[in-house]
Each structure stands twice: as C-alpha cells, then as structure tokens.
C-alpha cells in the first residue's frame, strides 16, 4: 500500500436534491483519480459532525458508499476514514472490508479508529463505555481482524469479542492494508505500531514534531522500525487559482466558529483548527504543506476539501499542486 496523497470526502450536503448525492460523489472519487490522488475516503459517521455542519444534514452509511465507488472507479484505493470500531463486530467488519476488496479488485484499506461520537453511540444505540473501554476493544478487534485478512482462522476470548475458526472467504489478497487514524500518543500510536501499514495523525500542524517523535518511541517499544509504518496528515484544503478568493472562503468558515483570523496571534491560532487548514492558490498551499508537514517527516497528506471540493477542477488544482511533494 502506499497512500501519499489522500482525498477525504465528509460532507454530502452540496446538491439539491438527494437524488443527486451520489452522482456528486462518484464525481469527485473520479476527479480525485484522475488528478492522480492514491486513495478516496468517507467519513464513517452517521450523522454530520459538529465542525461541519447539523446532525440531520447527509450522512451516507461509509461501506455501502465505498462499494459503489468500486463500481465507478478503476484505480484509486477506498477506504473509511476512520470505521468506527465500536459500530461493528470485528469479524463481521473483516467481512466486509474483504468484500469490499473483491469487489474493488483489490483496492480496498480498512482504515478504522476507536470511535469518539458519543451522540451516535447514544441515539443508535451502540455502547460508548469510556476511553479506556473503546481502547480496550479496538486492541481486541485487531487480534481478530489482522488475522482474519490474512486467511487466517482465529479463535480468540477476550473481554468484548469472541471468535471460534472464524472464516473469512472468498479473498482476493492476503496483505490487505490496515490504517489506524488518530492522534492519541500511547494508545493509537501503540497500536499502529503493532498491527498497522499506515498511520493518519489527526492533529493540529504544530504538534507534529512532538507527534512524530512519540510515534518512533512506540515503534521502539514495538522492536519495530518506524520507516516500515507510512504516515499522513488530515489536511483542511482550500485551494482557488484566486488566492484572495481562498482565504476569504476560510475566514467565513472561522467566522462561524467564532474564530478571527486577522486578530490573532500566531501563538493563538495554533491552538485554533486554523493550524489544521491550508488556505491559497495552489502553488501558496504546497508550500504550506511542504513546510509545515511533510518537513516534519510525515510522508504524505490526506485533503478534506469540504468548502469547495465538490466544484469541477478544484482536485485537478489540488493533485497538479500536491502530487509532486508526494511522489
């Protein structure tokens, strides 16, 4: 697996008409592929999230979504980013995303986290437990999992799972990638490097350094060399051939989080998600990205270009200017 440039699809509420969702996703999947990006992602949420807009607006269920992509897209990898743990059994989550491998022709990622939204957790009925708990479930999901993509046939008692011979079949690989996204620095970062290929640090840019430096001490405790774990950085994209054009689609996001940007310190605006997003013309948000996160030693970027991503030749812009730092 190598996915140095990702593209990250979170919102689906830029249509009129929900008969037009889907044709308006399969769109940017084929856009994204086209400008050469290596990997198309969902969100796996089933309401909106809160930085992003109002429970109710659209939410596609994540792998019902990736396996239409399949059938519309020839190259690009899928995957969720990230499938909640909690949501699913183990077993039946190795199911799934091997089927999704079949039918994509061996494109699929199981990307997948330990799950944070409680609010979904509590109206669909799911148990959220606490921090430590959705943890502890995600470490025995693996133990199933890993296995299971593997052809293996586990049996395995633990606290929250149970297996016995589970089978997995048909499969069309044995080395289907696994990507743990997060940033938390003993928990996710152990795991990814116990189980993982890949691993999508979420945090502010400015945290990076300390991100990567924890990431090679739990690859040291691992006895695992951290140049085998590929990493990326979730990236807020906005990118307009108009740069003013740009930056004034970013500060009226801010703006409705209350956040200024013109008044800010730069120490202030590091503890703000402005230190996530990359706002300016293409060759003003390479720069950006080159500077303040592959410098850092991170290998590649996943784009969320939720304000204007949707539009015709935003990704052609965003691959002909990214590609290059990546390739």
Not at 6 to 19: C, D, E, K, L
Not at 74 to 82: G, M, P
């Amino acid at each position: 697996m190598s996915i140095r440039l990702g593209y990250q699809m979170p919102t689906f509420s830029n249509t009129a008409s929900v008969r037009e969702l889907f044709p308006t996703v399969i769109a940017q999947a084929r856009a994204a592929e086209a400008a050469g990006f290596d990997a198309a992602f969902v969100m796996d949420h089933f309401y909106q999230l809160p930085l992003l807009g109002a429970p109710d607006e659209p939410m596609l269920e994540a792998y019902s979504a990736l396996s239409g992509l399949a059938t519309a897209t020839e190259r690009i990898q899928l995957s969720a980013l990230v499938t909640g743990n909690t949501y699913r059994n183990p077993a039946l989550l190795a199911k799934t995303v091997s089927t999704l491998d079949v039918v994509s022709g061996g494109r699929a990622v199981l990307g997948i986290g330990a799950g944070w939204f409680e609010l979904e957790h509590q109206q669909y009925g799911f148990e959220f437990g606490t921090f430590t708990e959705r943890f502890e479930r995600l470490d025995e999901a693996l133990q199933i999992i890993t296995p299971m993509l593997r052809g293996e046939r586990p049996t395995f008692t633990g606290k929250w799972y149970r297996t016995e011979n589970a089978i997995n079949e048909p499969r069309i690989r044995d080395d289907l990638p696994i990507l743990l996204g997060g940033g938390g620095e003993k928990k996710t970062f152990r795991l990814a490097a116990q189980f993982a290929d890949h691993l999508n640090i979420i945090c502010n840019a400015s945290e990076l350094p300390g991100k990567v430096e924890a990431l090679h001490q739990r690859c040291a405790e691992a006895n695992r060399d951290p140049a085998t774990l590929d990493t990326s950085f979730l990236a807020f994209v906005i990118v307009d051939s108009d740069g003013d054009r740009a930056r004034k689609i970013q500060a009226d996001i801010l703006a409705r989080q209350g956040i200024d940007l013109s008044t800010l310190t730069e120490a202030e605006r590091r503890t703000t998600i402005a230190d996530r997003q990359f706002a300016g013309t293409p060759d003003e948000v390479a720069e950006q990205i080159q500077t303040r996160v592959l410098d850092h030693g991170i290998d590649g970027v996943i784009v969320n270009m939720v304000a204007n991503g949707h539009e015709p030749g935003t990704l052609d812009l965003a691959g002909q200017a990214l590609k290059p730092l990546v390739a």
